[in-house]
């Protein structure tokens, strides 16, 4: 069973960058597309991006497309998310998760991150 640890988050200026790590344990991680969500307080988890296992095809949520770069190391089993031109709209808990279905919903993906918080301030 493949187990995700988000790490990287933290507290960033407006128009700053971070770079978010999802370490996966487990030697099927490599098999799996993996996706980013991320929730603010009082809204509802949503889509930011996915990869799929070889890191040639990726997908973005439209809020974030062209700021936001996800990539993976299949060597070192992690996703990464690296977040540019941040605005405070983008803070909110962010977590990865393994793709298990063919949609960007969260009944979509399985084997959830604990998360790490992004904090953007203006």
């Known amino acids: 069973q493949v187990q995700l640890v988000e790490s990287g988050g933290g507290l960033v200026q407006a128009g700053g960058s971070l770079r978010l790590s999802c370490a996966a344990s487990g030697r099927t991680f490599s098999s799996y597309a993996v996706g980013w969500f991320r929730q603010a307080p009082g809204k509802e988890r949503e889509f930011v991006a996915t990869i799929n296992w070889t890191g040639g095809i990726t997908s973005y949520a439209d809020s974030v497309k062209g700021r936001f770069t996800i990539s993976r190391d299949n060597a070192k089993n992690t996703v990464y998310l690296q977040m540019n031109s941040l605005k405070p709209e983008d803070t909110a808990a962010y977590y990865c998760?393994?793709?298990?279905?063919?949609?960007?919903?969260?009944?979509?993906?399985?084997?959830w991150g604990q998360g790490t918080q992004v904090t953007v301030s203006s």
């Open positions: 998760a393994l793709r298990v279905g063919a949609g960007r919903r969260e009944a979509d993906f399985a084997s």
